[in-house]
């Protein structure tokens, strides 16, 4: 299971949680699966698609640009653990999450 998290301190306090093999989009409105209601963030701004080792990033045409690490991603991106994914005003850390035996939680 993969986690993107604002880090302590952000103007907004978000978790969201992706298993391996699933898709969800990234934006601010009620359609996408992950809402980021916060400035300069598209309708639908980014898609994420979960593997076991990274992530693929994919932007989709936002007006401000999805950032990876501070880079600009233009089209399509890896994320891995320890990378920042940043949306509008909002970045979100990357990581993998734990299972009930510490290890990283690879299940689908």
Same mark, same amino acid.
């Given at each position: 299971?993969?986690? !993107?998290?604002? *880090?302590?301190? %952000?103007? %907004? %306090?978000?978790? =969201?949680?992706? !298993?391996?093999?699933?898709?969800?989009?990234? @934006?601010? %409105?009620?359609? &996408?699966? =992950?809402?980021?209601?916060?400035?300069?963030? *598209?309708?639908?701004?980014?898609? !994420?698609? &979960?593997?076991?080792?990274?992530?693929?990033?994919?932007? !989709?045409? +936002?007006?401000?640009?999805?950032?990876?690490?501070?880079?600009?991603?233009? @089209?399509?991106? +890896?994320?891995?653990?320890?990378?920042?994914? @940043?949306? @509008?005003?909002?970045?979100?850390?990357? *990581?993998?999450?734990?299972?009930?035996?510490? &290890?990283?939680?690879? +299940?689908?």
């Amino acid at each position: 299971m993969w986690l !993107l998290k604002t *880090s302590e301190g %952000a103007e %907004a %306090a978000l978790t =969201f949680r992706l !298993l391996p093999g699933n898709v969800k989009t990234v @934006g601010r %409105a009620p359609r &996408a699966d =992950f809402i980021v209601d916060a400035a300069l963030v *598209s309708r639908l701004h980014c898609r !994420l698609a &979960a593997g076991a080792e990274e992530i693929e990033l994919v932007d !989709l045409g +936002s007006t401000n640009g999805t950032f990876v690490n501070g880079q600009r991603v233009d @089209g399509r991106a +890896s994320v891995k653990p320890g990378d920042t994914i @940043g949306i @509008g005003r909002v970045d979100l850390l990357v *990581s993998e999450g734990m299972d009930s035996t510490g &290890a990283p939680d690879r +299940s689908s």
